[in-house]
């Protein structure tokens, strides 16, 4: 039976990488732009249902709503190639098609007033599904759409499909070239919700994508259309064993419990190994691909989609590489072995310290020039490290967590940009949200911090149950 995922597309961001993700899946599928199945198209053994479905006259339409406060970019895929593509009762787009104005206040408060021709839609393809298992969110934390509407609607989805489960992949800011001033706010605030709602976050850092953007493309200014190809690149791979199944991880509740130990530690990092010319334009040709090489070079913290901060302490909580390709089962054994022995990976000390892999085929309709690729989907406990990075507060001395608070109440004191929020009813009547979405961060990154800790599991518990 399948289990489909619906997914939801917000702002400009979320839009943008939605685009490319459905491009990427209609080739791995064998659909046109038109959403009709090929002619070749006739090998089988995929799972197009997961994320498409079909209408009367058989197109293959996206099990996707997209949503946004200006028309712009949602207007570019109308006029795209692929604009047939796309269910249009699925589409949103506000009438004053003014945008958030990069306030997350302004989104939630568009959330409030849109919800009910949102949710039908959500309805809509939650009951037009044989066995819904949960959402998929693409979004920005930065601006004010992505962060404002996505956090209302992952609290709405989260009350209203209570056992679906809720993975977003979510754009962090890059903190050196960050264009809105008040990112700080909008990241802590949304970072509260993803805490709270999501059962998976894929942190996607826009630091490190300029990152392997200049070192991988050799693009030191990279376009949308680039890191958006980068970005889509990862998350086709990341649903590869749900839409090419094999006895294991094929489905979202598979992968998520095994990287998931405990709900509030869910914010996954990704690594992909190669990019090449075949998925991005521009990209460095690598030569060799056996199984070691791609498994090696997915620890290797350059490869991550994810800047953050080295420490001695810092470890793997776990760790799933999703290889794709012409693969020996005994090579995978081999690999890890020898991984084991060098010690390329640091895990918690009271937990397995293994790393996991799912074989998968590739696609059958899509050329590519190395036999091996492969994915890392990683919990790790440096990416507490990444909201000091996204919040500009990050300070290369032992007291991270401490600066970053510190940095935030001096915002708060000066009150520094806060006269748009206050205009929002949520904050007319004081600044509370604020505070509370700091202290959920705060619980957050002291949690990470003790999962390297051997006593991590009497981690919160009462003082009495600590001593026995």
Known sequence: MPREIVTVQLGQCGNQMGSVFWQRLCAEHGINKEGILEDWATEGGDRKDVFFYQADDEHYIPRAILVDLEPRVI????????????????????????????????????GERIYEEVMEMVDREAEGSDSLEGFMLMHSIAGGTGSGLGSFLLERLNDKFPKKLIQTYSVFPNAQEGDVVVQPYNALLTLKRLTNHADSVVVLDNGALARISADRLHVQTPTFDQTN?????VMAASTQTLRYPGYMNNDLVGIIASLIPTPRC?????????????????????????????????????????????????????????IQGDVDPTDVHQSLLRIRERQLANFIPWGPASIQVALTRKSPYVTTSHRVSGLMLANHTSIASVSLFSFHILFL?????????DQFDRLRRRNAFLEQYKKEKMFENGLEEFDDARATAEELLKEYKACESPDYITYGAPEGEQAS
């Open 397 to 405: 001395s032992t007291c991270l967590f401490k600066r970053m608070i």
């Open 75 to 110: 207007n570019n895929i109308l006029t795209s190639p692929f604009a047939n593509l796309y269910n249009p009762e699925n589409i949103f787009v506000s009438e004053d098609g003014g945008g958030a104005g990069n306030n997350w206040a302004q989104g939630y408060a568009a």
């Open 229 to 233: 190809q980068l970005v889509s690149t």
């Open 266 to 322: 869910h914010f996954l990092m990704t690594s992909y190994t190669p990019f090449t010319s075949d998925q991005i334009d521009s990209a460095k040709v690598i030569r060799r691909t056996t199984v070691l090489d791609v498994m090696r070079r997915l620890l290797q913290p350059k490869n991550r989609m994810v800047s953050t901060t080295p420490s001695k302490t810092a470890c793997y909580i776990s760790i799933l590489n999703i």
